[in-house]
């Protein structure tokens, strides 16, 4: 079992590891904040072609010792089917293998985009989805529930299910990372993709509603055993469900 405490990660620093590569882009393989170096060499309504090289670490020992938020829970299949959901949206090119970085397991995961500049903020934030607590922990489960029981629903709003399903959704279980709401209803894909389309971005990322029965918080969800624990999952999965049929009730 993995005892690791994940309120000890609270006070990690961001630290996405990637190269990017393109007309305006020459960012060389290194440890950076987020995407901004990147995005910073955009244009609003200007098409981009570029590059992206990232590596999303597998072992917690990376978050403990370097104090760098990175550390991708999902299996190599899951994190293909992460990528695949957000290609329905609009179109790119990526690949996973697998890898290591300072000795430690990692993914690597190569992404092309071509697109205006906010097709590239979206997909880019949304792969952070994947590696950065708290967002990787609740993930793990939207994507659970995508493949074995809502099957036709969106990722998204399975996304903003989970998140609601606990007491504390804005700064979660007291990893000092605060999760991003607005009170709002399910999104429909297609109304996400149309916003994405003619949007710059703001008010087009999963969407937040406090509306749900929580989920009590635990001191056995401090740790990411309890996360990857399938027992664990079975349990959350009940509240879960529950709370999906109260949203689209609505």
């Known amino acids: 079992m993995l005892k690791e405490c994940v309120t000890k990660l609270r006070d990690l ?80 090119k990526y690949v996973v293998e697998d890898s290591e970085y300072g000795g430690l397991p990692s993914f690597r995961v190569f992404i092309d985009i071509s697109g205006v500049h906010y097709y590239h903020k979206y997909l880019l934030t949304w792969i952070r989805y994947a590696y950065e607590i708290p967002y990787n922990l609740i993930l793990s489960d939207a994507l659970h529930l995508k493949y074995t029981y809502l099957r036709k629903e969106s990722i998204t709003n399975l996304y903003v299910l989970c998140v609601n399903s606990f007491n504390d959704a804005v700064h979660f279980y007291g990893t000092g990372h605060s999760m991003p709401y607005r009170n709002s209803g399910f999104l429909k ?21 406090y509306s749900c029965t929580r989920i009590q918080t635990s001191e056995e969800a401090k740790y990411l055993e309890y996360w990857l624990d399938d027992e664990e999952f079975e349990k959350r999965k009940d509240t879960y469900l529950a709370n999906y049929k109260l949203m689209i009730q609505k």
């Open 189 to 209: 894909e297609a109304n996400l993709k149309a916003a994405i389309s003619k949007s710059s971005l703001n008010g087009i990322y999963p969407r937040l509603t």
């Open 13 to 92: 620093d961001y630290g996405t590891i990637y190269s990017a590569k393109g007309e305006r882009l020459d960012l060389t393989l290194q440890r950076r904040i987020c995407f901004r170096a990147a995005f910073a060499e955009f244009y609003n309504n200007d098409e981009h072609t570029a590059h992206y090289e990232l590596q999303l670490i597998r072992d917690p020992k990376y978050n403990q010792e370097t104090g760098y938020n990175n550390i991708c829970l999902l299996t190599k299949e899951e994190l293909k089917r992460h990528l695949k959901l957000a290609r329905r949206l609009f179109p790119f």
